[in-house]
């Protein structure tokens, strides 16, 4: 079974700044990552994903994240963020083969400060 | 092409009231799946489908009925709605080793009184 821990609930960030949002997961087998963002009143739509391959990974909307197998960690991150990045960012794991779903952190809500 | 949607939108129900749920995909997708959105929770898998006729258990199962009569369709059960079941209901679907993403559609609330 997996896991994931996204360590802050909250992120509070001017706009124009940069911002990490963290996540750690454990799995005792190799595991696909994913972020997705929810819009308020929406559904969920992916930022980006892990496969394989390169560990830094480009997403949509100017977003990026980094694989670090050693960390057990895939952080998101964006170098300037603006008022229409407010959201619930989630990041979520899963073992392969897709049948068994995604395993979610808690979410992580970012809110930016004009 | 309007990917994942879900009907209805919102609902209010008593306890011990049924009610289904249905999700549509329109994308030929093998594999769907049921979460429920909580405050502070994340979402949790309840069930999924790999296939037509096909159906399986997921984190939080309890509760819930479901079915995958057709390829397109992932109708989700409740016999007898408890408080404990309110919550944000999500559909999505995934055609794993040709895209591996999950597409979600838009949500279902559900009160139950």
């Known amino acids: 079974a997996q896991s994931v821990t996204q360590l802050d609930s909250q992120v509070p960030v001017f706009e124009e700044a940069p911002v990490e949002l963290r996540c750690n997961y454990s799995?005792?087998?190799?595991?696909?990552l994913f972020w997705y963002v929810q819009y308020p009143n929406q559904g969920l739509q992916l930022l980006l994903k892990?496969?394989?391959?390169?560990?830094l990974v480009k997403g949509i909307n100017g977003f990026e994240a980094e694989f670090n197998k050693s960390q057990t960690s895939f952080h998101l991150r964006k170098p300037s963020v603006h008022i229409s990045d407010t959201a619930e960012y989630f990041c979520a794991v899963t073992a392969g083969g897709g049948a068994d779903g995604l395993t979610f952190g808690k979410g992580t809500h970012l809110i930016i400060q004009p | 092409n309007a990917g994942v949607t879900q009907t209805p939108k919102f609902r209010v129900l008593k306890t011990g009231q049924s009610m289904t749920l249905l999700c549509a995909q329109d994308m030929n997708h093998e594999y769907m799946y049921w979460y429920r959105q909580d405050p502070g929770m994340g979402l949790r898998l309840i069930h999924y489908s790999v296939g037509e006729g096909t159906t399986a258990k997921g984190e939080v199962p309890d509760g819930y009925n479901v079915s995958r009569l057709k390829k397109q369709n992932f109708l989700l059960g409740l016999e007898s709605a408890a408080p404990s079941q309110t919550s944000v209901y999500f559909c999505?679907?995934?055609?794993?080793?040709?895209?591996?993403?999950?597409?979600f559609g838009p949500g279902t609330r559900l009160l139950v009184l």
């Open positions: 892990y496969l394989s391959g390169s560990t």
């Open positions: 799995s005792s087998v190799s595991v696909y």
């Open positions: 999505a679907s995934s055609y794993w080793g040709v895209d591996e993403t999950q597409y």
